[in-house]
């Protein structure tokens, strides 16, 4: 098997499968009070930017197509978080919806784990208090 197949994104199920996974994201961080405060509060009203960024983030940070870095340059991604207030609670609120919206796309078993160690290390990386 070529290496692009075997690429968390191919696996997941190319474009249509990263779109599907972030706005369900979205549509859960928005619709379950459990995570209105702090997470969905220290959002944008409106989230259709958020959600074509971290679609254009996540396409490459998952193996596929480099989308965010052509349209907008390296993610430095923890810097561009210091605007908002990320201590523990908004990071285990980003990440129960992260798994939440992982599950609810039924993602293979095997890839799921895979994902949710590399979520977590990025999400831990992300506190800034
Ligand atoms: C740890 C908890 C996290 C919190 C509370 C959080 C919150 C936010 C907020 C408030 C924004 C700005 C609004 C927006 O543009 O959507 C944002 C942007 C973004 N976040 Fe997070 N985030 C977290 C973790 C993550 C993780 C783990 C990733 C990637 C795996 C990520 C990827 C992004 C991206 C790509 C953007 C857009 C950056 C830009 O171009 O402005 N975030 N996040």
Request: charged fraction near 30%; aromatic fraction near 10%.
């Amino acid at each position: 098997m070529p290496e692009s197949e075997n690429t968390p994104y191919a696996r997941l199920g190319g474009e249509e499968a990263v779109r599907k996974l972030v706005n369900r994201f979205y549509d859960l961080m928005d619709s379950e009070t459990l995570w209105q405060t702090p997470l969905r509060d220290i959002h944008p009203k409106d989230l259709s930017a958020s959600r074509e960024k971290l679609f254009l983030f996540l396409s490459g940070w998952l193996g596929g197509p480099d989308l965010y870095v052509q349209r907008f340059g390296h993610p430095r991604l923890r810097a561009r978080h210091g605007s908002f207030p990320v201590d523990d609670q908004a990071r285990d609120q980003w990440m129960a919806c992260m798994l939440r919206a992982m599950h609810d796309v039924e993602i293979e078993p095997e890839l799921y784990a895979h994902l949710q160690g590399a979520f977590q290390r990025t999400a831990d990386f992300m506190r800034n208090r």
